[in-house]
């Protein structure tokens, strides 16, 4: 199996920016398509950015398009998104997950990952 560690939260201002960074060990991220995702208290886990497992291919929810950026270091293992501009309302604790496909889709569902990271909390303060 996967495992995926996630670093880089923490608080920041509105307007402010983050990376954060999930680490895979375990397996290689080669052929993962991999996202992140987002839950606020009350609310339901809600997709923010994918991409392929090709690399060829992102997705962003309207909520953080032209703010947030997702790639991938498949010689490092590692998968980020770089936030800017962060709002109030991006207050959440962020999943890192993977996803096994040989299609170069970016997916969007909650049941589409089979590999999930712990969370990492980012509070954006106004």
């Known amino acids: 199996q996967v495992q995926l560690v996630e670093s880089g939260g923490g608080l920041v201002q509105t307007g402010g920016s983050l990376r954060l960074s999930c680490a895979a060990s375990?397996?290689?991220?080669?052929?993962?398509?991999m996202g992140w995702f987002r839950q606020a208290p009350g609310k339901e886990r809600e997709f923010v950015a994918g991409?392929?497992?090709?690399?060829?291919?992102?997705d962003y929810a309207d909520a953080v398009k032209g703010r947030f950026t997702i790639s991938r270091d498949n010689a490092k293992n590692t998968v980020y998104m770089e936030m800017e501009n962060l709002k109030p309302e991006d207050t959440a604790v962020y999943y890192c997950?993977?996803?096994?496909?040989?299609?170069?889709?970016?997916?969007?569902?909650?049941?589409?990952?089979?590999?999930w990271g712990q969370g990492t909390q980012v509070t954006v303060s106004s």
């Open positions: 375990g397996r290689t991220i080669s052929s993962y398509a």
């Open positions: 997950a993977a996803a096994i496909t040989r299609f170069y889709s970016v997916y969007h569902q909650v049941e589409d990952y089979g590999y």
């Open positions: 991409i392929s497992w090709t690399g060829d291919n992102t």
